[in-house]
């Protein structure tokens, strides 16, 4: 009988592991031949593990945005800065405030994770595969597809979102939510590019720093300035990607499920592009002057200077795509300490949740942050 099991051995997993009692007895099942692969892929595999400035309402969303202040003021950007650097890993700031391991390698902090997670008696298994999980009594019993089962007094989720489901996230947490009642705002697709009703295929490659603005009819949802691609089907960089949460927080809100969503964008969704003069190549220039296919340019008032480009939104890149997944188990589901007030001893950590961040190191911070809280709780066991 394990005190704690925790399935999903990614980042927020991986955190709750290191700080649990090291006295109770931890499990970590991980379906997958090896953890933390999304840690590896973060920030360009650079490890873009947090960020310097935060501010709640800015950069995260969700249904209770508040609760990240919670999780923030138990373990911060600067607890997991200090944490990092006591280990003797070393990082620097980028652009828009990223942080990111010195050494430019994902694997050194992976390393550490599993290092002081293994240190703190934690038992790991992978290629775990789950064939169902009961409540009787007062365990929970995870059974492996085998036959095998896990017998656990504890039960932490922290199997991620179901975007990306290429390293093995394919929505078994929110399986397990509605198994036990917990309720859910509905997953969507975060950080990924969109797709134009306009072919911009030959402006492909093109980078240069703008305003975007994403419209419902007249309706402003969401606006950035900051770097942007164009890419064959569409658009992408960090402010689209940001755009796209912002926009699925909106459909959400709206009760647009996803088979609806395609023609809804068709109707309603326009972005705006606001170009400055000196960012705008000579390319993108001349694609949008003489380009007759394309939506025509409303006139900017630079002098002259046309500098704003309405596009219609066709679609989303796909869910494999998505960098992240909107939505999840609801924050007012969980006490402080992230256990389900319907279900005694049941946890969420992590992507799970209905708390998702920018791109930039929120995310991560997300997972931190709830992995510590969470593994805090048990020390009144
Ligand atoms: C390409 C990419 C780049 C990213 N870059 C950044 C970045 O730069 N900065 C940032 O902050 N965030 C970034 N993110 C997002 C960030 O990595 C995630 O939000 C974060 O890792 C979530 O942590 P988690 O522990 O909740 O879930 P995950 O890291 O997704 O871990 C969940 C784990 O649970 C396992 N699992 C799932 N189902 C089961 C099951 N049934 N049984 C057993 N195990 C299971 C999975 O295999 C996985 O190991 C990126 C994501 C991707 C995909």
């Not at 989303?316 to 279900?343: M, P, Q, R, Y």
């Amino acid at each position: 009988m394990y005190d704690i099991i925790i399935i999903g051995g990614g980042a927020a997993g991986l955190f709750c592991s290191i700080f649990a009692p090291k006295s109770l007895n931890k499990i970590i099942l991980e379906k997958n031949g090896s953890l933390g692969k999304k840690v590896l892929l973060s920030g360009g595999e650079r490890c873009n593990v947090t960020n310097i400035d935060i501010s709640p309402e800015d950069d995260y969303f969700g249904e209770n945005i508040k609760a990240m202040h919670g999780l923030l003021a138990k373990f911060s950007n600067y607890d997991m800065i200090e944490w990092i650097e006591k280990h003797g890993i070393s990082t620097c700031i980028e652009d828009r405030w990223r942080v990111i391991l010195e050494s430019g390698k994902s694997k050194d902090l992976l390393d550490l994770l599993m290092r002081e997670s293994t240190k703190n008696g934690t038992e790991i298994r992978t290629m775990f595969e789950i064939a169902k999980i009961e409540k009787m009594d007062d365990v929970f019993l995870v059974h492996e597809t085998s036959g095998n089962i896990i017998q656990g007094r504890n039960l932490v989720i922290a199997t991620g979102g179901k975007s990306f489901s290429q390293v093995g996230t394919d929505g078994f947490g929110y399986t397990i939510a509605k198994q036990f009642g917990i309720e859910m705002t509905d997953p969507y697709r975060g950080l990924c590019g969109m797709v134009t009703q306009e072919d911009l295929a030959e402006l492909s490659g093109s980078t240069l720093d703008l305003t975007l603005s994403l419209y419902d009819d007249r309706k402003l949802l969401y606006d950035e300035h900051g770097s942007f691609l164009f890419t064959h089907t569409g658009l992408s960089g960090p402010i689209v990607f940001n755009a796209v949460i912002a926009l699925g927080e909106h459909l959400r809100k709206l009760g647009i499920k996803e088979s609806q969503q395609k023609a809804y964008f068709g109707e309603h969704i326009t972005i705006k592009l606001t170009f400055g003069e000196k960012s705008m190549t000579k390319k993108v220039k001349h694609f949008f002057e003489f380009d007759k296919k394309t939506t025509p340019m409303i006139r900017g008032d630079e002098g002259g200077f046309s500098n704003e480009v309405i596009l219609h939104l066709a679609d989303l890149k796909s869910w494999n795509e998505a960098k992240v997944t909107g939505g999840g188990v609801k924050l007012g589901e969980l006490t402080n300490t992230l256990e389900s007030k319907k279900i005694e001893h049941l946890f969420f950590i992590g992507e799970v949740l209905d708390l998702t961040g920018k791109t930039g190191g929120f995310n991560l911070q997300q997972a931190w942050a709830t992995g510590f809280v969470c593994a805090k709780g048990f020390e009144r066991n």
